[in-house]
């Protein structure tokens, strides 16, 4: 009798144990059908049905319909007729985001600081330096910031207006326009998208 009953109880921990080994699979398939296929297709339909701008990558063209970068990641501009943005510790390459986190006694950030400087000092002879805004000389957290603020953009006219021949007043009334405000009103500060800056200033002088 003893043999017969754990024969029985052990076919049904048998029996047990493949119905609990089945039902893992498949709860194991549900969930990747549902994670893995179902949830990156709605909402990748979604953000390209509601958001295609954004999803796309914030992606910028220029009159010929090129596209010249991202509104969200910073750029260099090697020609000094346009507005330039801040310092970028990685030039600007969007899979390397991050900085050196440099303390501000650290001696490699002040000569970089130094140099940046001599270089503004150097393009911008009729800014004093006490005028310079200290985000044109040094980097942001991610060294992508596509931003800098007003004050940043309008300290660059005189030099700006010098090569393209625009007035103050019209460079300053670009940079008004390109403005963006708080977010809400009152979070972040004022700044300004330097590359959407740019293509308004080419379109503005006929390139």
């Known amino acids: ?41 709605v909402s990748t339909g979604l953000a390209q049905l509601l958001f295609p701008h954004q999803a796309n990558g914030s992606l910028l ?11 969200l990641i910073g750029q260099s501009f090697a020609d000094p007729s346009y507005f330039q943005g801040r ?10 985001s991050g900085s050196n986190n440099y303390a501000p006694s650290n001696p490699d950030l002040l000569a970089r600081v130094k140099a940046s400087i001599a270089a503004w000092q150097k393009d911008n002879p009729d800014v004093p330096i006490d005028r310079l805004p200290i985000a044109l000389v040094t980097n942001s957290g991610s060294g992508l910031d596509p931003h800098i603020t007003p004050q940043s953009a309008l300290v660059q006219i005189p030099r700006i207006g010098k090569l393209t ?13 390109y403005t963006e405000d708080r977010d809400l ?8 998208n330097v590359l959407k800056l740019n293509l308004a200033l080419k379109e503005k002088l006929g390139k």
């Open 1 to 41: 009798m003893a043999t017969l009953a754990q024969d029985r109880q052990g076919g049904e921990e048998e029996r047990s144990g493949g119905s609990m080994l089945w039902i893992a699979i498949r709860l194991s398939l549900l969930f990747i059908l549902l994670c893995g296929i179902v949830y990156p297709l």
């Open 61 to 71: 063209k220029d009159k010929a319909g090129n596209v010249v970068g991202s509104e």
């Open 87 to 96: 310092v970028s510790s990685i030039d600007n390459k969007a899979e390397a």
């Open 165 to 177: 021949g625009l007035s103050a007043a019209e460079l300053t009334s670009l940079v008004d326009a």
């Open 185 to 192: 009103g009152v979070f972040g500060d004022k700044r300004v």
